[in-house]
């Protein structure tokens, strides 16, 4: 009896070759490019992995993203894989809210679910860090809101940009198949389990707190227009090859038709040539058919005097007899 398969985890080496595909295919912008990405991601990873399992996945991903749930986020790897993930996730967050694409509210629940027991009895070090996350979003909101209100949005999506990196809303997710949803969909608030914290413990921080999470806010819209304009660069690349396609195919068209018109020119004078020459066939013999029916017809006329003169001549010796 074989032993059963192992069940394939992700691990971070997989989350990170995943959202990169993510990245470029852009499934949010079109659904079917998810399958794709199941296929890159298959045949890199030598096994199948379905649409549906990499679609779960990225929603996970985001949700916990968007909790700030960096425990679950930096469970094993390296710094560098670590900020690399963390910046694929805030491109890929970035594209999908722009298309309106909704977290589903069980991966949502998921991520609720794998942070609560952290924090149903923290410490006094992550209290503190709460209340320190706390000041920055609230300063950092309150320096973005301050801001005119003639000022459009950088990220084009008719949405405010993020007080931070880790982004506090959490969209719905608008399940990418043919068959109706088994349960409805509903907008999953903000999951950030912070707690408000006294005015006089985070005072002394709130200033540079607040230019931090402005840069972080700058930092953001940035690798939003960035992303924005790699797709730009994409979409016109892959214009001019489609216009440079077709304009070599109308040439070549117009190639084959010179060619094919030529052809036929050269067809026709062809059997002009030949029709001129069997005309002329035609005349000689019809000359050389005169030449001998006139040969004959003298030669007829020749015998007939002979004849005559023949027969005259008898009838004068039969008259000198007589």
């Known amino acids: 009896m074989e032993p059963p398969a192992k069940r394939f985890r992700f691990t971070i080496e997989v989350d990170i070759y995943m959202l990169r595909e993510v990245r470029e295919q852009d499934p949010y912008h079109n659904p079917a490019l998810w399958l794709n990405v199941a ?77 609560a027991p952290s924090s149903q009895a923290p410490s006094g070090v992550d209290r503190a860090e709460r209340r320190v996350a706390s000041a920055v979003r609230d300063s950092a909101s309150a320096t973005l809101h301050a801001e005119p209100a003639s000022g459009e949005d950088s990220t084009g999506f008719g949405d405010q940009v993020p007080p931070n990196l880790w982004s506090t809303a959490v969209f719905d997710n608008v399940e990418v198949v043919t068959t109706a949803p088994e349960e409805p969909y509903e907008v999953v608030g903000d999951f950030s389990q912070s707690s408000p914290a006294p005015q006089e413990e985070t005072a002394p ?107 005259d001549v008898l009838q004068t010796l039969v008259n000198k007899l007589q």
């Open 39 to 115: 296929e890159n991601l298959s045949l890199a990873l030598g096994r199948p992995i379905s649409a549906r399992a990499i679609r779960e996945r990225c929603d996970l991903l985001l949700a916990q993203f968007a909790q700030e749930d960096r425990a679950n986020l930096r469970k094993s790897g390296t710094e560098e894989q670590y900020g690399e993930k963390e910046t694929l996730l805030q491109e890929i967050f970035d594209v999908a809210r722009s298309h309106g694409y909704r977290i589903r509210p069980g991966a949502a629940r998921k991520a609720a679910s794998t942070s």
């Open 205 to 311: 921080s709130t200033a540079p707190v607040a230019a931090g999470g402005a840069a972080q806010a700058v930092g953001a819209s940035a690798g939003a227009g960035a992303a924005r304009a790699r797709r730009g660069r994409r979409r016109r690349r892959t214009a001019d090859r489609h216009l440079e396609f077709f304009e070599r195919r109308l040439a070549l068209e117009a190639e084959t038709r010179e060619r094919a018109a030529a052809q036929e020119d050269r067809r026709l004078q062809l059997e002009e040539r030949r029709l001129d020459l069997q005309e002329r066939e035609l005349q000689q013999r019809v000359r050389e058919f005169n030449d001998v029916h006139e040969e004959r017809r003298q030669k007829r006329a020749m015998i007939l005097q002979q004849n005559r003169l023949l027969a």
